[in-house]
């Protein structure tokens, strides 16, 4: 069974670093791209940014290019998104994704639960 | 970047009723379009991608169409289960959202 496991909810402060999880399981980790994707409270989804943890190739949204950095470490089947100095409007759901990409179709099939990410002095 | 605009953005249905979904791409995306089920405090789901292809294990009512600009999410016979926000999504784009409320 394909699975998606995120780490914990979180409660920072302004300018603090921050690195949240994404752990696969039940299918070949390095052979699918990881999506992560925001959802700021009452609003919709924002696609983020992917990786793939194969070779680690990555690509932003321009909205989040430099931003967050998405990384991934293979060998622990574990995505990863951080910030290096968090704003209160970073407070969001974050979610992972399996994406599936190929000829003509290109989406996320399996999600994580969320990791709901409080940023408040 | 390609913008995608769904209609409406909020929308009041009866069990039972035929719903239809509108997402419109601000340029030509071949078939590259993917439906989402989100329901609160719970992740999406995906229900159709490239286009018009069922995900597996979702109910035959939900349909996709479309190519080009324009797609649709129809669900034949609204269920209460199917209230939720609909979101549609092509490579790193989503839609604004629709959602289903009980009239």
């Known amino acids: 069974e394909v699975q998606l496991v995120q780490s914990g909810a979180e409660v920072k402060k302004p300018g603090e670093s921050l690195k949240i999880s994404c752990k696969g399981s039940?299918?070949?980790?390095?052979?699918?791209?990881i999506g992560w994707v925001r959802q700021m409270p009452g609003k919709g989804l924002e696609w983020m940014g992917i990786?793939?943890?194969?070779?680690?190739?990555?690509r932003y949204s321009p909205s989040f290019q430099g931003q967050v950095t998405i990384s991934a470490d293979k060998s622990i089947s574990t995505a990863y998104l951080q910030w290096s100095s968090l704003k209160a409007s970073d407070t969001a759901m974050y979610y992972c994704?399996?994406?599936?990409?190929?000829?003509?179709?290109?989406?996320?099939?399996?999600w994580g639960q969320g990791t709901l990410v409080t940023v408040s002095s | 970047d390609i913008q995608l605009t769904q209609s409406p953005s909020f929308l009041s249905a009866s069990v039972g009723d035929r719903v239809t979904i509108t997402c419109r791409a601000s340029?030509?995306?071949?078939?590259?379009l993917a439906w989402y089920q989100q329901k609160p405090g719970k992740a999406p789901k995906l229900l159709i991608y490239?286009?018009?292809t069922l995900q597996s294990g979702v109910p035959s009512r939900f349909s996709g169409s479309g190519s080009g600009t324009e797609f649709t999410l129809t669900i034949s016979s609204l269920q209460p289960e199917d209230f939720a926000t609909y979101y549609c999504?092509?490579?790193?784009?989503f839609g604004g959202g629709t959602k289903v409320e009980i009239k």
């Open positions: 994704a399996r994406r599936v990409a190929a000829q003509e179709v290109d989406y996320f099939d399996y």
């Open positions: 990786i793939y943890p194969g070779d680690s190739d990555t």
């Open positions: 340029q030509g995306i071949s078939s590259y």
């Open positions: 999504q092509q490579l790193g784009t």
């Open positions: 490239a286009a018009s």
């Open positions: 039940g299918y070949s980790f390095t052979s699918y791209w």
